[in-house]
């Protein structure tokens, strides 16, 4: 049998353990090492210094408070709105101690300015992220005063006031506050904070004021918190104090020869391997030896993160006063492998100091599903996907758009495309086209280009005179990837279920009762809620006079109900809009011209719209949002019965 080590280590959460994880960091290399590869430049370092080395040698009766710090310094790219997602997600519903929307506060008020405060940080290079997790944080008398403590003396050790908001949160049972910082120091320059300082000063600093306020940890509450550890469903410090000590992942537990007395880390220890070998993480070779698995921490990690998840579903059901079993939950990541139709109970940060978000969708299909938005881009599409609204995610399509498989398939041997010449070849082979109208296909495919030609990837020569790279579709496809995710989420309605019953405008409800393609509906959770309410709106619908009741008492309505309903509410808003910008309302009819200035958009029940103004009147066409990048410009397009087709090729740089 290979010798085995006898585990001698520090016990679990003494002093020269508990605050540090370990000397020994992520890549595996020891501080002493690290620090000769680095970089120790910025503010902090020497104060960083001194707090590890007086934690190295304070003794048991010493015990600080255990504070858990997570840092981040993202780094902020021009023009993105990452750092404005992030704040309003921070401030969302039901995250302080009442269940409301989180309150943004900085070092002198209690109700700070977010709009300004990413305003005034626009041209900032980066900015620190920290969430500050007091353990006993439900112990502190008061979390905002606590967070406003630990600033100040950040601010005295790196020598400099900062620029600071923060948003404390209730809604996880361990109450922790998040902090945003400018990367600015006070005059103006760019702030540097030393590694080892964020690494361990803040949260050195942060033990040091909680213990403070609550006294040094006992032994008793260091006791009954470990205890606790053993049956946890996460990485834990009983786990880390165990890796840290196992020699080539084998841990010797044996007694000491004469030992009478149990030791608390070795009852510790024994207790969490019983609970690992139950996961299979953990085995007995022999009496009191054991063998760690080698995806330990990465297993229990991930079963930590869908612990979170679940109790996240949890609290969004209980918000809404119900309870679903377990076997009900469907938890995605960032893929789905059908479409989903339900309605937004939750969103979430999946992590909390970027921008990733995870919606939680309680489904058509009877089932709560979670599902993370990877990509930016559907990041900022979930901007609308308000608590309540109506979504549908779908996995996203893989490979060439068929719109870059068209225009590679017309190109001629010299990797040149013509709009004209497509226009004419769609036309001649009855190319399957909404309203047989080709301008509109064609243009579609130029817009793409148009896409392309400012990610450098075609070359414009003229308005009907493209040139494409040999490995076209290749580059195209690689130009999406990162834009698509691995799923997509598109906005079915931003109004709840119960305000569409009664709604003056097509819904929703409406386009589902009379698609085609409707998404099965199971009567349980949110499908018998449609189930219900789309008898409701049935009925009516018969009231305001768009459908009727047969002699048989069957509801009847008309194929052209939806296009009604969008008409009549857009007549209804535009003559109101009207009245209070002193212009007229024109309702273009189609195969009209439209043209103006995008001056914005409205929300309707119908949908989203824009507003089109020029010199005489107003209309309100479908949004769209590659529209949102002329928000201010003039454009132009013809009304068709698919939509508006706009005109990229009338308008040099329109370009939708």
Known sequence: MKAVTKAKGAGIGSAPTRGRHSDRRRDGAPDRLRKGRCCRIGRGQAVADRLKLAADVRGPGERMRRVVVKARIVRLKLGSK??????????????????EKGRLYGAETDVADGRSFLEQAREDRHQFRFIVAPEDGDQLSDLRAFTRDVMKQIEEDLGTRLDWVAVDHFNTGHPHSHVVIRGKDETGKDLIIAQDYITDGVRLRAQEVATLELGPETDLELRSKLTA????????????????????????????TGQVRADFDRTLRIGRLQTLARYGLAAESEPGVWKLSDTLEPTLRELGERGDIVKAINRALKARGEERALESYSLHGEEAKARITGRVIDKRLTDELGERLGLVVDGLDGRVHHIVLGSEAMANAAEEASIGSIVEIAPAPVGPRPADRNIAQLADISGEYRPSVHRIIAEASRVRVPGADYDSYVESHVRRLETLRRAGIVERIDADHWRLPADFEARAADYDAPRRGRVTLRVLSTLDLESQIDAKGATWLDREMTSSNRAPIVRAGFGAEVDQAMKQRREMLVEMGYARRTPDNVIRAPGDLVARLERSEIERVGKSMAAD???????????????????????????????????????????RPIMDERLGRQISGVVRDSGISWDFTRTRGIGI
Do not use: C
Request: proline letters at 3%.
């Open 82 to 99: 990452g750092a404005d997602a992030h704040l309003r997600y921070l401030q969302r519903d039901g995250t302080d101690r009442e269940g």
């Open 581 to 623: 910008k002193l212009t007229p309302f024109k309702m273009k009819a189609e195969g009209e011209r439209v043209s103006g200035v995008f001056t914005g958009t409205t929300n309707l029940v119908s949908g989203k719209y824009a507003i089109i103004e020029n010199a005489y009147e107003f209309t309100l066409v479908p949004w």
């Open 229 to 256: 550890e053993i049956a946890a469903e996460r990485f834990t410090r009983i786990d880390r104090a165990m890796l840290a000590e196992a020699g080539e992942g084998t841990l010797d537990l044996r007694p000491e």
